[in-house]
Each structure stands twice: as structure tokens, then as C-alpha cells.
């Protein structure tokens, strides 16, 4: 059967996420407008700098719960990975979906929300109560697909 675009994204956005570099969770994200993948992203180091999986997590390492402390982690979300390769490559993700495996933490949802994203679908959740009240607040549509 034919996946929904909302299907297909999220597909994609899974294949996204085996990029990723993260000991303590995997994350993917598209970036998508007039049904066109404008970016992606995963959680990781920043460009040219040594990965966690190669390092370690000092998250781990100092015992600190998900959702918590994240200046402490040298990677940066999936989501903030997709908004910084447009703005990187002049795509504005204006009035774009946003597709992550994951909900988005409340500074991902700020980024978000500065970046003219319009619409997150996402699966799973995230423990950062805060994201959804900021995105409710700012009217970006927010679409749950339960994780199969």
C-alpha cells in the first residue's frame, strides 16, 4: 500500500537518523516544503569535530537524566541540524513540515518557531513538557504518528 506523504517523510527521516552519532538516542529530521525535502539533519557534533560515539557522552558519564542539561552535550539535535543546513546553504525553511523520530525539546522548538516552520510531525516523545506549550502557543501545527 502506498504510504501517506506524511508516511513517506517519516521514512526518510528514520534512514536519517542511522547518521546519527549519539550514544544515548538516535534522531532524524526533514525538512520539508510543497512536498520537496528541502533539508535533513542528525544529532551530532558539530562539522569537523570528534563525535561522541567516538569520545564518549559526558551526559552519561555525569549520570544526567534525558531532557536535562542540555549544554552539556557537545552534539547538536537532529532538528537544529536541519535548520542550520538551510540557513548554511541559503534554503529558507520558511512555512515548511518539519519530520523528527523524536518530539522536539523546547530549544528545538524555539529554533522552530524563529525558522518559520509551520507544521512538526513527529513520533515518540520527548521529556520537555515545555516544547509542546511553545508550540502550541506559537500555532505550529503538531501531528503525532504513533511509533510502529
Known amino acids: 500500500m502506498r504510504p501517506s506523504w506524511d508516511e513517506y517523510f517519516m521514512e526518510i527521516a528514520e534512514i ?12 532524524g529530521a526533514v525538512i520539508v516544503k510543497d512536498k520537496q525535502i528541502l533539508t535533513t539533519g542528525y544529532n551530532g557534533a558539530p562539522k569537523d569535530l570528534t563525535h561522541c560515539n567516538d569520545l564518549g557522552c559526558e551526559r552519561e558519564r555525569l549520570n544526567i537524566p534525558s531532557g536535562e542539561r542540555h ?29 523528527t523520530t523524536t518530539r522536539p525539546c523546547s530549544l528545538c522548538a524555539k ?8 507544521r512538526i510531525v513527529f513520533k515518540g516523545d520527548y521529556p520537555d513538557e515545555m516544547s509542546m506549550k511553545l508550540l502550541m502557543e506559537a500555532n505550529i501545527e503538531l501531528v503525532s504518528i504513533d511509533s510502529k
Open 111 to 118: 529554533m522552530c518557531i524563529n525558522a518559520g516552520i509551520k
Open 71 to 99: 549544554e552539556l552535550c557537545r552534539a547538536l539535535h537532529a532538528e537544529q541540524n536541519a535548520i542550520i543546513q538551510g540557513a548554511y546553504n541559503g534554503v529558507s525553511v520558511k512555512d515548511s513540515t518539519l519530520y
Open 16 to 27: 536519517v537518523k542511522k547518521r546519527s552519532t549519539c550514544l544515548r538516542r538516535q534522531i
